[in-house]
């Protein structure tokens, strides 16, 4: 990949916490939504879709997939329009391929044609405002991050408890042309969000500097030297091996309950117990990982509810009847809330805010692989055994797994690698410090910029979180 000036700016932008943060993360909000709760909610017009066609559930089943595929394998392909275009851009592009997408689905006269419309140009449309929003709420929040990304999360219960209902009742009124078309217009919400995405602009002060930054200072298009951190390589490692199982659970506990006997309605319910405690999980972990004394552990708090999660599925493996199901769903609600408020809370602390663009894109390639394998092959497990108890357990395993990859590589690689004594880098860096101090206030305008990395790069102390100045566009 070539070089090229990087969507970053100035370099003298602090979050600002607030003011019109609080609309990025409205626009992040929706634009989570849509994007998870999407793929889920098109399965209200499979059926419409089988009758229309001819063709068999497996078949409708490859739109919702394509979409996450589209969703998750996009990844490196956002990071590099986002470096290279900016935010704002590229979602309004995004926007328009969403609402497209579906549009000319409802023309559409075969399976095929609904593959490339629905699944891909609109799966294509939500992951280019996926990334992007995850990356301005990144800049706009710092010190109460947590928070913000567990609020942004909680838009995809939300939304799932929402477009289900919205899209039965498309189908009855409108059938699924009328349904694909409404939607299509619904969609073009993202660009709203997109348009909410203003950049933050850098001190007047920093103007005259501006120029000299941006000359110095290139990035490429996809960095991939995010592989040199021993922390992100573990993530991205116990990330992988936690949506081989995280996903199972939701797709097979309504045939589950109906394979005890109860109604498809009642099964049908568990998903709505499931999706209100995940609504209220995501902000109130949020909340939490944003104490004082948890945020710098916060990828000890992201393991331990991934081990919950996992745990969760075990117990829910013992389940013998539609009580015991609803155990599982409170339990398995709270802790997937957690999980999602976590994911990316914890990726944007260990990479930064200036890799973090490139970072999220090849994070996401990696799980799409993942979550292109689990559900299947926990499809073939039951159809083999018959028996939904080892799916369960299969999935309680790779979570819990996953867990313990992430918290003993970040005890054993991560915590004595920062406890070693400081780099021939980090060394000249102090030294460029202190020469700044003896300089006058005009030198000391000029060399802000590598002051103030510096600062970034400075580590955790007293168990505090240094604010990150390089929260600009």
């Known amino acids: 990949m070539g070089a090229v000036v990087a969507d970053d700016g100035p370099s003298g932008v602090k979050a600002p916490d607030g003011g019109w943060g609080w609309a990025v993360l409205f626009g992040c909000f929706i634009i989570t939504g849509f994007s998870y709760a999407f793929p889920k909610a098109v399965s209200v017009f499979f059926k419409e879709l089988i009758r229309e066609f001819g063709i068999g559930y497996s078949d409708t089943a490859w739109i919702s997939s394509i979409l996450l595929a589209m969703l998750y394998g996009t990844g490196p392909l956002c990071s590099v329009c986002v470096n290279r275009f900016g935010c704002r851009p590229v979602m309004l592009v995004g926007g328009l391929f969403a609402s497209m997408g579906m549009v000319i689905a409802s023309f559409c006269t075969s399976i095929v044609q609904i593959y490339l419309t629905a699944g891909v140009i609109t799966g294509l449309g939500l992951a280019l405002n996926f990334q992007p929003s995850l990356i301005m709420l990144n800049r706009y929040f710092d010190k109460r991050r947590p928070l913000a990304n567990g609020l942004s999360a909680a838009g995809s219960p939300v939304f799932l408890c929402a477009l289900s209902p919205l899209g039965q009742i498309l189908q009855h009124e409108y059938g699924w042309r009328g349904g694909f078309l409404i939607l299509g217009g619904m969609l073009l919400n993202c660009c709203v969000c997109g348009a909410l ?137 709270i802790s997937y809330g957690m999980v999602g408020a976590l994911q990316f809370e914890v990726l944007m602390a260990i990479v930064g805010t200036q890799k973090f663009s490139s970072a999220i894109g090849l994070v996401l390639l990696a799980e799409a692989m993942a979550v292109l394998i689990g559900p299947p092959s926990a499809g073939k497990l039951l159809d083999a055994t018959g028996r939904y108890m080892f799916v369960f357990i299969i999935a309680g395993i790779e979570v819990t797994t996953s867990a313990l990859v992430l918290a003993l590589g970040n005890f054993f690689c991560i915590k004595k690698k920062s406890e070693e004594p400081h780099t021939k880098e980090e060394a000249a860096e102090r030294e460029e410090l202190n020469k700044s101090e003896n300089k006058t206030p005009e030198d000391a305008k000029v060399d802000s910029i590598e002051v103030e990395q510096f600062l970034k790069d400075e580590p955790e102390k007293n168990g505090e979180v240094v604010t990150n100045p390089e929260t600009c566009v």
């Open 197 to 333: 995405m203003r950049p933050l602009e850098p001190p007047k002060k920093a103007e005259a500097t501006k120029e000299p930054a941006e000359k110095k200072v290139k990035k490429k298009l996809l960095d991939f030297s995010v592989f040199k951190d021993g922390g992100f390589v573990i993530y991205t490692l116990a990330a992988s091996i936690m949506v081989l199982g995280l996903f199972v659970p939701p797709v097979f506990v309504v045939s589950y309950a109906k394979d005890l006997g109860y109604q498809d309605t009642k099964a049908a319910f568990l998903l709505t117990i499931l999706g209100f405690i995940d609504i209220f999980a995501r902000p109130i972990c949020g909340m939490v990982a944003g104490l004082k004394w948890v945020r710098p552990r916060c990828v000890y708090l992201f393991s331990f509810a991934m081990i919950f999660n996992g745990f969760t599925d075990l117990m829910g493996s013992m389940s013998a009847d539609y009580g015991g199901l609803v155990v599982f769903c409170i339990f398995f609600g």
